[in-house]
């Protein structure tokens, strides 16, 4: 489902971030990437998420280049990933219901769907009672646990994770490995943490990939993944009836950046929603989720934008079309 073949990054001659890297990772795989500070984690995931791109080799989901996306359809490929990370980058002046629901208003999720979801998700991290707090309210562990909400929340295939731990104490920390795994194990997401917290990954039978100056040092095989010894797992919960909201405010305050510049989708061309091109990138995000188990009932009177489905995603185009094309923001997310 991940594939990293022959990816070497370079950001200066001088710079080698990774070299030479061959891996895969299958669906429903929990998998911790490790090193030491500088070894390449970070740039793993971002070539995974098209915050950056690899000076050559491919990156490839679902069979789909990556590397070779064009920057207009990038947005799409994140709407089924989830990305986790150390600092939270939760918006400060909203609550913790509107910071998790903005990732499915983005998308065109009606409403009251998305009303429905996020209590459902807040409910879903452990942070009961604590929705209408703002973020500054709340401890680390807690704006973590939010953080990871806001991800999950489009039920997305792919939950990427830099260092969340990484300002967090020991306990916590475990928690949110905790939450994390468990995720994996109910929700089928694969999921793959960077982190430096030995100590923590340890603990865990998953699956080890460790850095070390760009290489890939050990590739430690999983003992088990987190769904294993639960045969259910994998089924993700059926939606129930859906509870009306009050409409949201549409403008974007200052400082939200990482969200809108992740999640703001242009609107889909005519042309673009017929698009024949290879087969959908990713299945199962939120925005296949909101054309299909979230659609509005008939008579729905607070019909949204269209929301483009996971398989309209724009083929991935040439290595020069995507020069050509004008830059897109990198996400906000470095
Ligand atoms: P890790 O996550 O393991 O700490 P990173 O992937 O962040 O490692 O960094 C790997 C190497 O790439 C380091 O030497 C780092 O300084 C360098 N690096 C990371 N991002 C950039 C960047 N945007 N520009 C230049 N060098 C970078």
Not at 26 to 47: D, H, N, R, V
Not at 173 to 185: A, K, N, Q, T
Not at 202 to 215: D, H, I, M
Request: aromatic share 6%.
């Amino acid at each position: 489902m991940i594939e990293f073949r022959q990816v070497t990054k370079r950001y200066s001659r001088f710079v080698t971030a990774l070299d030479g890297i061959n891996l895969s990772f299958q669906k429903g795989e929990f998998a911790f990437i490790t090193g030491p500070s500088g070894a390449g984690k970070s740039t793993l995931l971002k070539l995974l998420y098209a915050a950056e791109r690899p000076t050559s080799g491919d990156v490839r989901v679902e069979g789909r280049s990556v590397s070779r996306l064009h920057p207009t359809s990038v947005p799409y490929l994140r709407r089924n990933m989830g990305i986790v990370f150390q600092d939270f980058k939760l918006l400060p002046r909203r609550t913790i219901v509107e910071n998790v629901s903005l990732a499915l208003e983005v998308c065109g999720v009606p409403p009251r769907q998305t009303r429905r979801r996020v209590m459902e998700t807040i409910e879903r991290v452990g942070l009961n009672g604590l929705h209408e707090r703002l973020p500054g309210e709340l401890s680390g562990g807690e704006q973590q646990r939010a953080a990871i909400a806001r991800a999950i929340v489009g039920k997305p295939t792919i939950i990427l994770a830099d260092e969340p731990t990484g300002n967090l104490d020991e306990s916590m920390s475990h928690d949110i490995f905790e939450l994390l795994s468990s995720i994996c194990r109910h929700e089928g997401a694969t999921i793959l943490v960077a982190t430096h917290d030995m100590a923590e990954v340890a603990l865990w039978p998953f699956r080890q990939v460790r850095l070390w100056e760009s290489r890939i040092e050990a590739d430690r095989p999983a003992l088990w993944q987190p769904w294993e010894h639960y045969p259910s797992g994998l089924e993700r919960e059926t939606e129930e009836t859906a509870e009306p909201t009050e409409d949201q405010e549409s403008e974007a305050p200052e400082n939200e950046e990482f969200i809108l510049s992740d999640y703001n989708i242009p609107p889909l061309r005519e042309d673009e929603s017929t698009d024949e091109g290879p087969p959908p990138i990713l299945d199962g995000g939120a925005a296949s989720e909101a054309t299909s188990a979230d659609a509005p009932e008939a008579g729905d009177v607070e019909e949204p934008a269209p929301v483009p489905k996971a398989d309209s995603i724009p083929p991935a185009r040439s290595d020069s079309e995507a020069e050509d094309a004008s830059p897109t923001p990198d996400g906000g997310v470095a």
